[in-house]
């Protein structure tokens, strides 16, 4: 769907977070004196009504005959697509789309790099723009890392790296290379199962002409087998870590603790990237040194500093259990207050459970809408030094005078935010200002066009 397509139409869009608000710039931009209909939270409305005098702002959510209402939908991409009154203004006629696939269908001559990944997109995307922009390529860096497309509408670049959650896979279409860097269970409150999230996640596979899929992975390989552009990343005889070094095929490159990102995933990472730039036809190898050079991202394993002999680490980004026990493989040996709860979408914690009743850590301190199921699945397992904390200020708190001023505390929820925050971020923030550090620490950097 183009932006012509909406010209004279009856047009809503859903949503008023920043993807809602950069549609709606767009709507103005391209159709000026378009008709738009804005549905958002009460909360919102006045700050719709004052930015957007030009739209009629609804402060409740839209049913099933409201949507039916409209031609075109433009929705945000945390509404899930399988919500009963969509799919029923769906039957009826109504058409559904995005900011990401107003995008694309704007931009079919792009030069693409499309990155998802249950875990490591965000990393991974921003390596690959830091690495191409270190060969000098004017590369544009966007989508669900924090700065929707809809917003670079205009822009120009020699290379688009955009990051695409579940909820958007399905809505890029006549990608250049799509990189899938693993698959694990999230999200299933808005997919609904982990078989229409493994499904919905792989659209993008579809809609690439080459593909890049973590070799280390067999079912995700499994699934990609049968792409006529499949390329892999973690095998011997690609871009892989072995004995401390990111090794392509049987030639050392670059000692895997020159990146600047901490850990063993991150180093694999790193080898996406790498090989990312490979396939596109940049010089990988040229670009290895700048791994050096990379800022890491905010709220992955974010080392915040040192206050009062504590460490704190912010990995907020964390919303599977699974991403909480890597943390706390990163973290090592010594004394560690663990934060984990948020937002409950019934995760399966078992095998979390099981690590920590074989090694546990100083503190397990469990917070928010999920907090008491994880820690009575914890106490019943026998695990000790559990805690229990309303929410993320109490965790801090309770954090802090488990290890008594020696130590690191580190957030890494294994859940959402949504019980109590906005986003990963917003989360990730509050965390920094409650240990003591200016919230602007937690800041992604590189996004946009450089």
């Known amino acids: 769907m183009r932006w012509a397509d909406l010209e004279g139409r009856r047009v809503a869009v859903w949503g008023f977070g920043r993807e809602g608000r950069a549609a709606l710039d767009a709507l103005a931009r391209h159709l000026p004196g378009q008709l738009v209909d804005v549905y958002c939270s009460s909360d919102e409305a006045a700050a719709a009504r004052a930015s957007f005098p030009w739209a009629h702002v609804h402060d409740v959510a839209p049913d099933a005959d409201a949507l039916a209402w409209y031609d075109i939908v433009i929705k945000s991409p945390g509404i899930s697509a399988y919500k009963p009154e969509l799919l029923d203004a769906q039957s009826r006629g109504t058409r559904f789309t995005s900011g990401t696939a107003l995008w694309f269908a704007a931009q079919m001559a792009a030069k693409t790099i499309a990155v998802t990944g249950t875990k490591g997109k965000s990393t991974t995307s921003a390596l690959i723009a830091h690495l191409a922009r270190s060969l000098g390529v004017r590369t544009a860096l966007a989508g669900n890392i924090g700065l929707p497309m809809l917003e670079l509408d205009g822009e120009s670049a020699d290379l688009w790296v955009i990051e695409l959650s579940s909820f958007q896979t399905g809505e890029a279409f006549g990608v250049g290379l799509g990189v899938v860097t693993s698959l694990y269970e999230e999200h299933l409150d808005w997919h609904g199962s982990r078989e229409r999230y493994v499904s919905d996640k792989l659209k993008l596979l579809a809609s690439s002409a080459q593909v890049l899929v973590n070799a280390m992975q067999p079912a995700l390989m499994a699934r990609a087998a049968g792409h006529p552009g499949l390329h892999t990343f973690g095998d011997e005889a690609t871009w892989h870590v072995a004995d401390g070094w990111i090794r392509r095929g049987s030639e050392d490159v670059i000692a895997a603790s020159a990146v600047s990102a901490p850990g063993l995933h991150n180093a694999i990472n790193a080898c996406a990237a790498l090989a990312a730039l490979e396939i596109a036809g940049l010089d990988a190898r040229a670009a290895a040194p700048a791994l050096s050079t990379f800022v890491p991202l905010p709220h992955r394993l974010q080392p915040l500093g040192e206050i009062h002999g504590l460490r704190w680490i912010n990995d907020s980004i964390s919303t599977t259990p699974l991403a909480s026990l890597a943390a706390l493989e990163s973290v090592g040996a ?30 397990i301190v469990c917070q928010g809408a999920s907090g008491s199921r994880i820690a009575d699945a914890l106490e019943a397992a026998g695990v000790a030094n559990v805690y229990r904390a309303a929410d993320l200020a109490a965790a801090v708190g309770a954090a802090r005078n488990a290890l008594s001023g020696e130590g690191v505390v580190v957030l890494s929820p294994g859940a959402p935010s949504f019980d109590q925050f906005r986003d990963y971020a917003e989360r990730g923030k509050r965390f920094a200002e409650l240990a003591g550090f200016e919230a602007g620490a937690a800041r992604i950097q590189g996004l946009g066009v450089s």
């Open 334 to 363: 010594g004394r560690v207050a663990l934060i984990v709860g948020g937002h409950d979408r019934g995760l399966d914690w078992t095998p979390f459970v099981e690590a920590m009743r074989l090694d546990a850590p100083e503190a």
